[in-house]
């Protein structure tokens, strides 16, 4: 009953250092997401997947890039950390029916020094 | 610009009623969704609206005014373990879901 799985589940990085955060669903769903979650702020989207092989730029996009090879896995890279790009990451993914909500990993907290 | 409004931190008790507004302004609107999320884990979903009027899951209910730009969110019967953040989030006319920052709260025994 793994849901949406996030790898790692922690990360602390220095500035202008890489990473790649690992998304993986187990429910065949077609949308996958990727947020960020700010002190104060609501969640924003980065990037988005509407099915494999495809992706699209969300409110915050600069400075990550995302690939969707497997219609279950969604990579988000950060080439060159910058710490404003300390954040909780969180995954989400979704059916893409009306009523159909998006459903959430556990998230990944990134710190960049 | 695209907004949704709810409060920052609510009080209330144990057993008893709390209301937590969302209001929003949107470019389009397809549906309106709340999550809980409790500290340090991810948001939960909890109801749906697009029609206006009342959706009862419950202890939780789930109110929607489109023109108005409003919804609540009624939670009854508190119990400490919902003791959370709880998020209104709407689906623009992109089918993106544009999020507020969440209300806090915090149940006393």
């Known amino acids: 009953n793994a849901g949406v799985t996030q790898t790692p589940k922690f990360r602390v990085l220095k500035t202008g250092q890489s990473m790649t955060l690992l998304c993986a669903q187990d429910m065949n769903h077609e949308y996958m997401y990727w947020y960020r979650q700010d002190p104060g702020m609501g969640l924003r989207l980065i990037h988005y997947s509407v099915g494999e092989g495809t992706t699209a730029k969300g409110e915050v996009p600069d400075g990550y890039n995302v690939s969707r090879l497997k219609k279950q896995n969604f990579l988000l890279g950060l080439e060159s950390a910058a710490p404003s790009q300390t954040s909780v990451y969180f995954c989400?993914?979704?059916?893409?029916?009306?009523?159909?909500?998006?459903?959430f990993g556990d998230g990944t907290r990134l710190s960049i020094l | 610009g695209q907004n949704i409004d709810q409060p920052t931190e609510m009080t209330a008790t144990e057993g008893a009623i709390v209301q937590i507004n969302c209001t929003y302004q949107?470019?389009?609107?397809?549906?309106l969704f709340w999550y809980q999320q409790h500290a340090g884990e991810a948001p939960t979903f909890l109801s749906y609206n697009v029609l206006d009027g009342l959706e009862e899951k419950g202890r939780f209910s789930s109110f929607l005014s489109r023109s108005k730009g409003y919804s609540y969110l009624l939670l009854k019967e508190l119990q400490m373990k919902d003791s959370a953040s709880y998020l209104c989030a709407v689906r623009d006319s992109n089918y993106q879901l544009i999020w507020g920052a969440g209300t806090k709260l915090i149940i006393k025994p």
């Open positions: 989400a993914s979704s059916s893409g029916g009306d009523v159909q909500p998006q459903h």
């Open positions: 949107t470019s389009g609107f397809n549906g």
